[in-house]
């Protein structure tokens, strides 16, 4: 994947680490030299300049690009203004960081696919964690709803879908089972395991020990999936 | 009981998906051989099954601490690398 990053900050450099870490294309810009030079070796193209200029913008050929992450927070105009050129370039995708609800609201309103607020979905994501520490992720879906992912509590184990009921009983849908299936080396020694995704499970799928399920739960059930033992 | 016999039983169990037996089992084994290299990294593969990473991390940490030439020196330590980049 190519992808370009604007404005090295915090989030902006992480981002490009992992994602340079992970085999992409990365090009990195900003004014800040030192920031830059960072990433002299590691990243396409590191960029110094001011991505408000649009022949910088156009030498990206940004609309080649699978996408363009604008990490440029602390700037509303700047982040603004780089936006509507990516978008007046073609650029394909367009995530960008805001500072606040505000500069949100801005960044949606001129058509930027994807607007992001770190710290706060951070902040959303560790409640949520606090609030439920035995779900391991969770999505919303609606209002009302959440994707969730749980150990399977042990009163399930050995079970069937269909003996447990859980639609009925609960009004939750289990849509995939993860599964860390172990892996036998031909001596017969375990060398590891394997993970299964069983999606979606059939009314005969048996939940077994250590299984993790993937529910589709209302929000008013999550405090008492948290108390399955 | 030799420590071969008890790797085929948890292995049995681990096949059944029984691994809190498997894990009764490899501790109660690791009280009668404390510290051998194969009842713990079995202990560790197996609570990477149970989805209890921080404990097969700490399980691969003492392996490394204890056998440092080791035969499964290398393969631990591709393991726990394996565990750290999930967690990121």
């Given at each position: 994947?190519?992808?370009?990053?604007?404005?090295?900050?915090?989030?902006?450099?992480?981002?490009?680490?992992?994602?340079?870490e992970?085999?992409?294309?990365?090009?990195?810009?900003?004014?800040?030299?030192?920031?830059?030079?960072?990433?002299?070796?590691?990243?396409?193209?590191p960029?110094?300049?001011?991505?408000?200029?649009?022949?910088?913008?156009?030498?990206?050929?940004?609309?080649?690009?699978?996408?363009?992450?604008?990490?440029?927070?602390?700037?509303?105009?700047?982040?603004?203004?780089?936006?509507?050129?990516?978008?007046?370039?073609?650029?394909?995708?367009?995530?960008?960081?805001?500072?606040?609800?505000?500069?949100?609201?801005?960044?949606?309103?001129?058509?930027?696919?994807?607007?992001?607020?770190?710290?706060?979905?951070?902040?959303?994501?560790?409640?949520?964690?606090?609030?439920?520490?035995?779900l391991?992720?969770?999505?919303?879906?609606g209002?009302?709803?959440?994707i969730?992912?749980?150990?399977?509590?042990?009163?399930?184990?050995?079970?069937?879908?269909?003996?447990?009921?859980?639609?009925?009983?609960?009004?939750?849908?289990?849509?995939?089972?993860?599964?860390?299936?172990?892996?036998?080396?031909?001596?017969?020694?375990?060398?590891?395991?394997?993970?299964?995704?069983?999606?979606?499970?059939?009314?005969?799928?048996?939940?077994?020990?250590?299984?993790?399920?993937?529910?589709?739960?209302?929000?008013?059930?999550?405090?008492?999936?948290?108390?399955?033992? | 009981?030799?420590?071969?016999?008890?790797?085929?039983?948890?292995?049995?169990?681990?096949?059944?998906?029984?691994?809190?037996?498997?894990?009764?089992?490899?501790?109660?084994?690791?009280?009668?051989?404390?510290?051998?290299?194969?009842?713990?990294?079995?202990?560790?593969?197996?609570?990477?099954?149970?989805?209890?990473?921080?404990?097969?991390?700490?399980?691969?940490?003492?392996?490394l601490?204890?056998?440092?030439?080791?035969?499964?020196?290398?393969?631990?330590?591709?393991?726990?690398?394996?565990?750290?980049?999930?967690?990121?």
């Amino acid at each position: 994947m190519q992808v370009a990053i604007i404005g090295l900050g915090r989030f902006g450099s992480a981002l490009a680490n992992i994602l340079i870490e992970k085999g992409h294309e990365v090009i990195v810009v900003d004014k800040d030299e030192k920031l830059v030079q960072a990433f002299e070796n590691l990243a396409e193209q590191p960029i110094v300049g001011d991505a408000t200029d649009e022949t910088l913008l156009r030498s990206l050929g940004v609309h080649n690009l699978d996408a363009v992450v604008v990490a440029i927070g602390d700037d509303v105009e700047a982040s603004v203004l780089v936006c509507i050129s990516l978008l007046d370039m073609g650029a394909r995708y367009i995530i960008a960081k805001a500072e606040n609800d505000k500069h949100a609201k801005i960044l949606k309103k001129i058509g930027v696919h994807k607007v992001i607020q770190p710290e706060k979905d951070a902040a959303k994501s560790i409640a949520d964690h606090l609030m439920y520490p035995k779900l391991f992720e969770k999505f919303n879906v609606g209002e009302n709803h959440s994707i969730v992912e749980l150990k399977a509590p042990k009163m399930f184990w050995d079970k069937s879908l269909k003996e447990l009921e859980l639609t009925k009983r609960y009004n939750i849908l289990v849509m995939a089972i993860r599964r860390r299936q172990p892996v036998f080396d031909k001596r017969g020694e375990m060398v590891g395991y394997k993970e299964e995704i069983i999606a979606p499970p059939s009314a005969n799928t048996v939940i077994l020990e250590h299984d993790v399920l993937v529910v589709l739960a209302p929000n008013d059930k999550l405090k008492e999936m948290e108390e399955w033992k | 009981m030799k420590v071969e016999e008890i790797l085929e039983e948890v292995k049995f169990y681990i096949l059944n998906h029984k691994y809190e037996k498997a894990e009764e089992l490899l501790k109660k084994a690791l009280s009668e051989y404390p510290n051998n290299e194969e009842l713990l990294y079995n202990l560790g593969m197996l609570y990477e099954l149970m989805l209890e990473d921080p404990k097969a991390e700490e399980i691969y940490n003492k392996i490394l601490e204890l056998y440092p030439e080791g035969k499964r020196f290398k393969d631990v330590k591709e393991r726990l690398k394996r565990i750290e980049e999930s967690q990121s």
